[in-house]
């Protein structure tokens, strides 16, 4: 029904096929390709030539075919209805395809990805012959049990109210009030449509100085990630990168959680599927479904769409966060993610780069990591959001000096290096703790001094410091083994030891284990540190280490990371007891 | 409009496994094409790339014999098919999917696309079933579970095909009589390999639930193509439409990738690690995701792929990429093959990520996923003393360290080690890694809650029941 002279396809390779008659046809706008309607998007044009991505298996496609326009960008549609949703990379419902076309993604379909006929609880916030800018909320609607959306003047509008329905009931294609704009009355819906290669505006970025709580070990106490930062998890196969970025979505503390499952397994997202709605998250006690959007575009669908699916998902993320709230985007793989890049560009003939992949790689990259940040977001009143962006690479061979990688990390501020011997002993999170850093310690410090302590970052200081020691040492013991050591070396190997086993050790799969929170975070560490202390003072007053490691004592602390967080306190208390009392029991001053 | 049935004798190239067509019409991307030789026979192959009135073919059964003017070759206006019906039970079919058994020609309950369509996540329903395989290394510490894709990495001279035929022989599902029906790949293997699967699917009087696809390493290379899409179609026909349990055997995908990679290099692509294609991911992800189970249907596909690592190196193309999309590895070590440990599978770095759905209360036992930590733990910590012990010698460790380098060991020739007959079930291997650990002070087995050592370390049982 487009008004436009459909152009015919000249040529079919894989994913991108060429077409002629093209005169007028813009970059990036969508196309439907073929007798079968395939979704497409320009991605190059020459003269009357346009060649299109095609986000479906083109098997079948015959040049002569016709290629019809859209006139309009890639966009998403925004509005009640997206969380709790799965969509693949370019924002198609899964749960209705599925019921649609049954277990196998078929061809062709347009569908919906907002429920056109559903009608939501809308509440006007604003009144009649209000004067309103781009981003000022004309109302809200309760999405989900955590969720409320706010309804807002899309960015591009600005003017006076001139009608605002009552609150009630409407579906998101009825009109909920009127603006007169500059360029004439318009209708304002609940539902918006955004360009996904279009970053969403804001009214200036922010300082990232409060952390982003993961409830994960290594990562809250040694390389910690703001709320508006980003972070990489590069990782050979099978070393945690999935598992990360699950615990994240799961467990840290943004309100809004996108989750990008880009060219990896269908099973894991089905796992995300079948887990995520019996979660409870540990701060509302709402199944975390219900903060929470997939976008799946496994490796076995087509890869264009892979492609795209990046940029549905942060528009989505940008959207959440110009209503006020903190989101996370995890996105796995970004590696797939680049090879999708790369792929298109081989069929484009471009120059390639870096291992073959575009030369555009690395300004592909920063843009995206771009998206990210805290910012103070359009409308006037003055409102705060943050995306916080979590991208696994998965570096061919584990190493880590191929591109995209590299790329990543020159832009992303924390490094989450896994590593392959560690994921071996079954050493989880399979994080290394001495080449992994955060750039965002200093800024948080203010934060863990107000909301934990002062002690916090001292502890951080001296734990990481005692694993630097123990690397070294360890090296010396390879050489002329453990006798060489003095006691008071062995101290800083035990030491060392608990840190990584009954600190860094951190089990997802056991529930009093997989999330830790604040508090017990900085007790654990301070009994480990305290442990070290007597230790030491053992060997000051000549009493052999041995006695000190098989107190009883210690096999509480080594278990110490199943005790529940609300006893955890007081099981401190007792614990730091009766290490004392037993230290003075084997003569210790 | 189709023009299916015109035969064009327009070629205008002809360039390792390519034909160059030219002038053709209404030839849609992917078409299978048929091809007639100077001498008359017959060959199939299908379009990669269609435009400017030009289709390139590669064709399956290679271009030996083809020519620039009396080679024919005909569009079909489909896509490549394969027919399917219950009768391909106990049957052999070559790399393209024609009987070589010598027996009747298939009569087609239907003719299914060979690349399949892709999953729809959503339809996903997470596999959690144990298989046992009777073979402690997997069950105990990798456990597969149903409609899981789980590769064996191993390399030339190893016994991979013993092991992978162990476990076609012992996989069931505990307290399930359903038989898995087999589907087995063969992709430039050996006719020697080829006979140590069927001989011992005979011996075994299974061979009427196993169906064969078999392209030998005489064979043409390019059919390797084709060879596994076959078979998973074929997987999928029985899986889905006739409600089996099906075990797919993909041996060997090296051979298979080293086809991918004669295609690529003979279209001129950029070439990316080692020569393979940069898309080399994607296309096996659209050979290894055809497994799992599926919501409202009964069957499921279990993908066992068998690859040799070239050099032993896992950071190669083949396993790396593997590694990236299957649901963990199982590593067949030369190491452990060296000191005449049978089957040679290394725990530490064989991984099963599905395995923790389907073990514990219920499904295998309470104590599992525990005894599985602790014995990771313990053999890895064990091995580390091994080299430590080649500088230093064992006098220099302490009583504890001398304990674990014991006890990885034991852990080696009593766990790993089995038969290659003995199907140990799940019992047997868990009372056997509690007896391994019981050596250890009990202060030792951290990853062990105190609960489950009183009711299951073998010095307290007797006590409990
Ligand atoms: N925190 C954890 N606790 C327990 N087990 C873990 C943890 N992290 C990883 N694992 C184990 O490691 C396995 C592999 O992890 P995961 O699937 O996240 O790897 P990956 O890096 O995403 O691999 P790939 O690149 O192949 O997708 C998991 O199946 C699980 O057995
Ligand atoms: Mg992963």
Known sequence: MSSFKPGKIERVAGPVIVAGDMLGAQMYEVVRVGDQGLIGEIIKIEQDRATVQVYEETAGIRPGEKVERSGKPLSVELGPGITGQIYDGIQRPLTILFEKTGPFVRRGLTLPPIDKGKKWHFVPTTKSHATVTAGDIIGHVKETSLITQQIMIPQNLSGKITSIVNEGDYTVGEPVGELDSPGGPVPLFMLNTWPVRTARGFKRKLPSNTPLLTGQRIIDFFFPIAKGGTATIPGAFGTGK???????????????????????????????????????????????????????????????????????????????????YDVALMADSTSRWAEAMREISGRLEEMPGEEGYPAYLASKLAEFYERSGRVEVLGSDTRVGSISIVGAVSPPGGDFSEPVTQNTLRIAKVFWSLDTDLAARRHFPAINWLTSYSLYTDILDDWYRKEIGPEWTMMRKEAMNLLQRDDELREIVMLVGPDALSESQRVILETARMIKEDFLMQAAYNPSDTYCDKIKIDLMIKLILDYHKIMQKAVDENIPLQKILDLPVKIEIDRMRLTAADNFPSFAERIEEELNKEFKSIGGK | MSLAGLEYTTIKEISGPLLFVESVRGVGYGELARIKTPSGEERRGQVLEIGGGVAVVQVFEGTTGLDVGKTRVRFTGETVKLPVSNDMLGRIFD????????????????????????????????????????????????TLVRGQKLPLFSASGLPHNAVAAQIARQAKVVGSDEPFTTIFAAMGITADELRYFRDDFEKQGAFDHVTMFVNLADDPAIERILTPRLALTAAEYFAIKQGNHVLVILTDMTNYAESLREISAAREEVPGRRGYPGYMYTDLATIYERAGRLHGTKGSITQMPILTMPGDDKTHPVPDLTGYITEGQLMVDRSLHRKGIYPPIDPAPSLSRLMKEGIGKGKTREDHREVSDQLYYAFAEGRSFRDLVAVVGEEALSARDKLYLQFADEFERKFINQGLYENRDIDTTLDLGWNLLSVLPETELKRIDPATIKKWLPKNRGKNN
């Open chain 2, 95 to 142: 790399g393209s999917g024609r009987p070589i058994d010598g027996g009747p020609r298939i009569i087609p309950d239907d003719y299914l696309d060979v690349n399949g369509n892709p999953i729809n996540p959503f339809a996903r329903e997470y596999p959690r079933e144990f298989i046992q395989t009777g073979i402690s290394t997997i069950d105990g510490m990798n």
């Open chain 1, 242 to 324: 999935t598992m990360a970025q699950q615990q994240l979505a799961k467990w840290a503390d943004a309100s809004v959680i996108v989750y990008v499952g880009c060219g990896e397994r269908g099973n894991e997202m089905a796992e995300v599927l079948e887990t995520f709605p019996k979660l409870v998250d540990p701060r509302s006690g709402e199944p975390i479904m219900n903060r929470t959007v997939l976008i799946a575009n496994t490796s076995n669908m087509p890869i264009a769409a892979r492609e795209a699916s990046v940029y549905t998902g942060i528009t989505i993320a940008e959207y959440y966060r110009d209503m006020g």
